[in-house]
């Protein structure tokens, strides 16, 4: 299982991988990118890229920190209290049956991102660009 996690700052979108670790957790991962996005399109092709870059399995750390701290780099802040602040948070996931589409709670910065009220967003893996895209941008409707 693999993916990518979206935020939605201002007028910017921020990316990165999802690759989860051998004890199980989900981790930040390259690539990292700051994209305006023009198009349903653009942004379900983005998530692909970061989706088919991610490796399936890293090493546990033993820190973690460094895993976020290019993300506060490529929105020029320096916490995660800061970039969160009104940033929406949408996953998309893929397992070996489908991509799982996540729209999320922000509960602030100490507790970071929980799950929201609505579900997830289910689409099968052979789903066009626009598809997980028009999802992508259906999930960060659903965030509370």
């Not at 460094?66 to 209290?81: C, N, Y």
């Not at 991102?113 to 893996?125: H, K, N, S, V």
């Amino acid at each position: 299982m693999k993916g990518c996690a979206v935020f939605k700052r201002n007028d910017d979108w921020y990316f990165h991988g999802l690759t989860r670790t051998t004890a199980g957790v989900l981790i930040a991962t390259a690539p990292y990118r700051r994209i305006s996005i023009e198009s349903a399109a653009q942004l379900g092709q983005v998530c692909l890229e970061a989706i088919q870059t991610v490796t399936d399995s890293v090493p546990h750390p033993t820190e973690f920190a460094s895993h976020f701290q290019p993300m506060l780099e490529l929105a020029g802040v320096k916490s995660w209290g800061q970039f969160t602040r009104n940033a929406p948070y949408v996953d998309v996931i893929a397992d070996h049956e489908s991509y799982r589409i996540s729209p999320t709670r922000n509960a602030g910065p100490k507790q970071g991102y929980d799950a929201a009220t609505a579900g997830p967003i289910t689409l099968p893996l052979d789903a066009s660009a626009k598809q997980i895209g028009e999802a992508v941008q259906q999930a960060f409707d659903l965030c509370e």
